[in-house]
């Protein structure tokens, strides 16, 4: 109903509330509960004695009313779950996606109290973030779930192109700006060996969030849109943009196969013919980071020439 | 309690009501009840007017506690959950492990009234076999995952080659006796990108069940190991014998690399260096199994020199 009356709100300038109570069907009380609760949540209304309600400002919220009018994609995003705060979008989804959720479907949060990060960290997630999870569902094996983790830091790359923001993908799917991090990605999933039942794409989005929101042991580590640009970014447009380029790259992953991805992530990477020290379980390795293979695993060759490929762990670069 | 009262009734020729009251801090008439309870259960026990009970009979069970008597292993199996009957153990699998159940911890049941078998198909699971699943930690990628069901399946067949049990396996994970299925694996997991949370390696083995429990369309696809040997084969130690083996292949895995479980599963498989038929999604493809690749994948060449690596899919031995 909230959904309804903002639709009616932002379609006119001014309508009244008897006007909204006939075409709702509801009560001009319940129209002026209904205001009052859009108010609280920070949408702007001014209500004027003979004219009725205008809308004259709107939050700056992950709002699905807002989405929905910028969304142009196929099935990317056509169900979103909309969090003012949550422990993790991540943990909400597979919790969807046990229940049946579709492909496509999206949990956003304004904030996460318990944001992961890979390898078990924290993801800091305070407000102006886009912290967000997108349940898929590919007929593939897990041994190439990697694949998505690409396709997925791939649609970010594009998306930051497109703002002109020359963000680079660091091995496997952290995304770097003047090498810090300002987006990661944390893919989960349920299998079997014959395929995945669902992948739970979890993304984490630095876009207006401010250094003084970071512990200091990140600031040298952490960065955002925002303190790279030095300007608020329109966070639904954003993720309108990224959904559209999520879905592309996802289509072309499915019906052409791995290959075009392997091309565009090595086009945004920034780990490829750099020496690096890779750690993984206990082993620290480092070489020459000399390609991806096609399930994405980073191949390193070490300096007697011995190469090992690497589907997990954590990479530094040593330039 | 009832496990205490075994233990004493095997330790002893005779062991009176008392004795028992006694050791067991219990009255008698709970001992005469739990006494009861066992004979239910197919355990025959004699009761003598002054020497007291004697156990002259064991049912056909895998009762954990005749299963704890001989199993020799390190922490393979060290709990058991043991059920008369119960949907799918990979189930009841996945529900104790999402409660934390510790690497090694193994479902049995007599009877799987849903038992599943790969690609969404049903596994017949009547009285007789060996329905088990084991849950498993590794610290691996999910791209690596596929190796642990290489890792049962060179378990399996080493445990039937103890027996002169000549198996073969073929790809990735069936395990045939003159061209039938005898024993299949159905491997699940949850996991992210850098790790997996934990696997269910469900195991069915055809061990005691007969021709006439399987459905007709099955009869020319199905076998069992007492159809093949003529005999019944005591379950409690194949079961233990298989523990044993599956916690020996899961090590050398874990401290030496796939590489020898390479070796072995060629030892042991039926599939490479024959024509294949490979159906994977909507895909058929016909060629020479040449070789697995370190990932378990299934690599066919076709007629045109063309090689495929497979990660899913129902291979049909065409000779």
Known sequence: ?????????K??????????????????TAVWKHVQSLKEQGYDIKSMPRKGYKLE???????????????????????????????????????????????????????????RGRL???WESPAGGIWMSVILRPNIPPAKAHNITLVAACAVAKTLRQYNIPARIKWPNDI??????????LTELK????????????????????????????KDKVSSLKIYTGQNLDRVELLCSFLKNLEEQYE??????????LETWKQHNITLNNHVQVRSGNEVYSGLAVNIDKNGGLIVKDEN??????????????G
Chains 1, 2 share one sequence.
Do not use: W
């Not at 109903?1 to 709100?9: A, E, N, R, S």
């Open 305 to 318: 020439g011995n190469s090992k490929t690497f589907y997990s762990g954590e990479v530094t670069l040593q």
């Open 1 to 9: 109903m909230k959904d309804t009356i903002l639709k009616f709100l």
């Open 252 to 261: 072309i992953f499915l019906n052409e196969g791995v290959g075009k991805i």
């Open 191 to 218: 299998a079997e060996m014959d395929g995945v039942h669902y992948l739970v794409l979890g993304i984490g989005m630095n876009v207006n969030t401010e250094k003084e929101m970071y512990p200091p042991e990140l």
């Open 176 to 185: 770097l700006l003047n090498g810090k991090k300002v987006c990661g990605i």
């Open 57 to 115: 400002g709107i939050p700056d919220l992950l709002d699905p009313v807002l989405i929905f009018e910028k969304l142009n994609t196929r099935f990317m995003g056509n169900k979103i779950y909309h969090h003012e705060a949550i422990t993790s979008t991540n943990n909400k989804a597979k919790e969807i996606a046990e229940a049946g959720a579709p492909e496509g479907t999206v949990v956003l949060a304004e904030k996460q109290l318990q944001g």
């Open 120 to 122: 078990g960290r924290t």
């Open 11 to 28: 379609g006119a300038d001014y309508i009244s509330g008897e006007d909204l109570s006939k075409r709702l069907g509801i009560s001009r």
